[in-house]
């Protein structure tokens, strides 16, 4: 299947198996536009800071057109069961892979932009099946892998309104229908976003809350005497270095999410029309936001990171997934504080990501049980550092079972 057209889908509730196989000619296609790149120019030494270095594209590209194998990829997300369902009009792609472990913990796991459920590639084994991983097989889940709406293969959507409520709507309905009364939730990016808002919503549900990032929670102005007088040395130290870090982001890199959120359609031509353009806004994020050094390699494999480029390019889902960006901004309750949320909740703050949370402001409006501060590994935490993720997310939940919240 190469995409996923929702104005073809079945209307009703049913969940259908999906096998991805995509056209050779399609493959055809993107190594003939490889061929007939048109490269800009460049200044002189200037590294990263314009953009997507040149030399390193070309590199890069080279790479994805002789070397990088697409239908070895494509095997690999084939051993995962992978299905598609139709939800309040948008048909949702999802792998649902059950442990062998029979009391093993349902958990669904949500990915952000520019990502997908390949994110998850190095994490799944430990967590279904973690006997096999020599871990405790109590630690075991059945994980639940859903694509955003709008996002690769549960994409494009095919009406306005997906914001990040809207998606945790339409996965409570996804877990109702799959036969999970009682799970937790796990996400980064737009699927912290969204896994929070799913224990928000729907406490009862929902078990626990893990997440690598935590929307809303670090510094956005700069603090006085008074603020910092209050807190702990370390707790002073994260302020002003969250501080500086907004700052940063403010100036230096926030402008694909201000595209994004004012003309996502006029964004979509370039890179729906252009694989390397496609590539070179996607790869700059794996750049960027990872603990890396020179390159995104230094902190993600390569060929999974070109794997999840191709979930975008062969989609065409550049711009239905740039749209959940537009349409928080323009959402009735963009720019209010966000709601409280009595749900157990786990952070992970891997040193290297966006934005450094603190705790002071977390516990605001979350019901903070577990916090674990790492020194290394960035935004996309289960791709650079699997192991770290996967106990941490273990040790939540074991934690849970082990002392229920009252």
Not at 20 to 43: A, K, M, V, Y
């Amino acid at each position: 299947m190469t995409s996923v057209n929702p104005s073809s889908a079945p209307s009703d509730d049913s969940v259908h198996p999906f096998r991805l196989h995509i056209p050779q000619e399609e493959l055809t296609d993107l190594h003939e536009r490889l061929d007939r790149t048109r490269w800009p120019d460049e200044l002189p030494g200037v590294g990263w800071e314009y953009g997507v270095p040149r030399g390193y594209l070309r590199e890069l590209v080279r790479y994805w057109r002789h070397e990088y194998d697409w239908r070895a990829a494509e095997a690999r997300l084939n051993t995962w069961p992978q299905f598609t369902t139709t939800i309040d009009g948008a048909l949702i792609h999802f792998a649902h892979i059950r442990s062998p472990e029979p009391d093993a913990t349902p958990l669904l796991m949500t990915h952000g932009w520019p990502g997908s459920f390949v994110e998850f590639t190095e994490v799944v084994g430990p967590l279904t099946d973690p006997r096999a991983h020599g871990c405790d097989p109590a630690n075991a889940f059945h994980l639940v892998l859903p694509s955003i709406p709008g996002f690769g293969l549960s994409g494009p959507t095919p009406e306005t309104g997906w914001e990040f409520r809207r998606v945790a709507g339409a996965f409570a309905e996804l877990m109702r229908r799959l036969g999970h009364q009682r799970y937790g939730v796990q996400g980064g990016d737009w699927g912290a976003a969204i896994s929070r808002e799913l224990g928000r919503t729907l406490p009862d549900q929902v078990i626990g809350v893990h997440l690598n990032l935590l929307p809303n929670s670090g510094a956005t102005h700069e603090p006085d005497a008074r603020e910092l007088d209050a807190l702990s040395p370390h707790e002073r130290k994260r302020t002003l270095a969250s501080w500086e870090r907004f700052q940063e982001w403010c100036r230096e890199r926030q402008g694909y999410a201000d595209v994004q959120s004012t003309r996502p359609q006029t964004l979509a031509y370039g890179l729906t029309d252009s694989p390397v353009g496609q590539l070179a806004w996607i790869t700059e994020k794996f750049k960027e936001w990872t603990d890396s050094r020179d390159r995104p390699e230094d902190a993600v494999d390569r060929d999974v990171m070109l794997t999840n480029v191709m979930l975008y390019w062969l989609t065409g889902t550049a711009g239905s997934s740039a749209r959940i960006y537009y349409e928080r901004a323009h959402a009735d309750y963009w720019g209010t504080p966000p709601g409280p949320s009595t749900a157990p909740t786990a952070v992970a703050d891997f040193a290297h990501d966006n934005f450094i949370p603190l705790r002071h402001i977390a516990d605001r409006t979350n019901n903070i049980v577990q916090w674990t501060e790492y020194d290394r590994g960035g935004h996309f935490a289960a791709m650079e550092q699997p192991d770290l993720l996967v106990d941490d997310v273990r040790r939540f939940f074991r934690k849970l079972r082990e002392t229920p919240p009252r």
